[in-house]
């Protein structure tokens, strides 16, 4: 297919349809005309799979920095590259697992929520709120259970100790 067939005259003349329509430029550029936008793309095989890249609306993107996209979006598949953004994977991190956590639990009273995310707020999320959970050790929980013992927010006698992973009593006395 010839490359640069579309015209800016055209493009101003093409109307939005009630089914939406691609209106090709060659090299696998092409508008796509829906009953509310216009919007170029470009296509591309990676793999043997059809693969669309969005480029941008039109007039913000023009019909010339469209043609200069897809010549770059070119430049990059001949060079080995994808033009798909790579996905970052978000670590839930123990501010946001907490936070979570605690809004889901409406089996419980609101005082209760209250106190409890009260006092992660006070002592644990100040150093640990946004670590991985992945990263957060044994021994980084102890060292804030044991900071809470010294200032005197240890368990109130008869309540359940602060126990570890491993069952073992670790009660802060």
């Known amino acids: 297919m010839p490359a640069n067939v579309l ?14 329509c691609k209106v090709f430029d060659g090299g696998g550029l092409f508008l796509y005309v829906s009953t509310t936008a216009k919007l170029w793309h470009f296509a591309y095989r990676l793999d043997g799979k059809q693969q669309t890249k969005s480029l941008g609306k039109y007039p913000l993107v023009t019909l010339a920095e469209a043609r200069k996209l897809r010549d770059e979006a070119k430049r990059l598949l001949q060079a080995g590259e994808t033009l798909k953004p790579k996905a970052v994977a978000i670590k839930p991190t123990l501010g946001r697992v907490s ?25 644990v999320l100040p150093r640990l709120g946004e670590r991985p959970i992945d990263q957060i050790k044994r021994d ?18 008869g309540s359940r100790p602060f126990t570890t ?3 073992g009593s670790n009660t802060c006395r």
């Open 165 to 167: 992973r491993s069952g």
């Open 7 to 20: 015209t800016d005259a055209r493009i101003k003349r093409l109307a939005p349809r009630e089914k939406p």
């Open 99 to 123: 936070a979570d956590y605690w809004a889901s639990r409406q089996d419980l009273s609101a005082d209760y929520r209250q106190n409890a995310v009260s006092a992660l707020a006070r002592y």
């Open 140 to 157: 980084d929980v102890m060292l804030i259970l044991n900071g809470m013992n010294a200032a005197g927010r240890a368990p109130r006698p």
